[in-house]
C-alpha cells in the first residue's frame, strides 16, 4: 500500500487536506483504502457561503503512480441534488472531475492535493448551478445545461479527451487515469472499434 511505502507523502495529504476541510478526519478502511473526509465549503466571490460539502477522497492503492487520482466522493447533498443527467456524478456519488490525463495535475508532486482542492472549488459552483437548472427543467421541461465547457460523461468523455491530445506514447499513463499504460488499457480499446 503507498501510504505505508510513503508515509511521508501520506503525512503531507493529511496535512494539506486538514487546512482545507472542516470535521477532517483520516484514515485507512476495511479495504486497506486511505482515505481523508471532510466539510468543504464553497464561498461566493463576496464571501458568502454558497455550500458546505461532505467530501470522502480515496487513494488509489498504488497512489501516486503513473499519475492515478484520488476519487472523490460527495457525501452530503444526497437528498438535495441529483446524480443524473449532465450533473457529471457517478451513480455511487463519485465525482467526474475530469478526464485524469487532461487535468494539468502532476499527482506524483507533493502539492498536488492543493490543486484538487482548486478543481473542486469550481466544479461544486458549477455543480451548484447545474442543479438549480436541473431542479428548473422539473417544471419547464427544458434539458438542464452544464455551466462552461466540459466533455460527454464517462467513457465518450475519454475518448473526446484522447482524441484531443493528438497523440499519447505507448508506455505513457493512460489518460483515464487507470493506472495502466496507454497501450494496455484506451490505445486497446480504440483499436477494438
Ligand atoms: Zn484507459
Redesign the pocket.
Known amino acids: 500500500m503507498w501510504h505505508e511505502a510513503d508515509p511521508v507523502r501520506w503525512k503531507r495529504e493529511q496535512a494539506i487536506a486538514s487546512k482545507l476541510l472542516g470535521d477532517f478526519e483520516s484514515g485507512i478502511d476495511s479495504n486497506r483504502t486511505a482515505y481523508i473526509r471532510g466539510t468543504f465549503n464553497v464561498y461566493s466571490e463576496h464571501g458568502h457561503l454558497y455550500e458546505s460539502a461532505r467530501l470522502r477522497i480515496e487513494y488509489p492503492k498504488t497512489f501516486p503512480v503513473r499519475n492515478q487520482p484520488p476519487s472523490v466522493y460527495l457525501e452530503s447533498h444526497r437528498d438535495r441534488w441529483k446524480n443524473s443527467g449532465d450533473s457529471h456524478i457517478e451513480s455511487d456519488w463519485r465525482l467526474c472531475l475530469f478526464v485524469p490525463g487532461e487535468s494539468g495535475i502532476d499527482f506524483s508532486s507533493p502539492t498536488s492535493l492543493n490543486d484538487l482542492f482548486a478543481v473542486i472549488y469550481t466544479f461544486l459552483l458549477k455543480q451548484r448551478i447545474y442543479q438549480k437548472r436541473l431542479a428548473k427543467t422539473l417544471i419547464t421541461g427544458d434539458v438542464a445545461k452544464w455551466p462552461g465547457e466540459d466533455r460527454s460523461h464517462g467513457e465518450q468523455g475519454i475518448r473526446e479527451a484522447i482524441r484531443a491530445m493528438g497523440s499519447v506514447g505507448r508506455n505513457a499513463p493512460?489518460p483515464?487515469g487507470?493506472g495502466?499504460k496507454y497501450k494496455k488499457?484506451?490505445m486497446r480499446k480504440f483499436d477494438r472499434r
Request: with cysteine; aromatic share 0%; proline share 0%.
Open positions: 493512460c483515464c487507470s495502466l488499457c484506451h
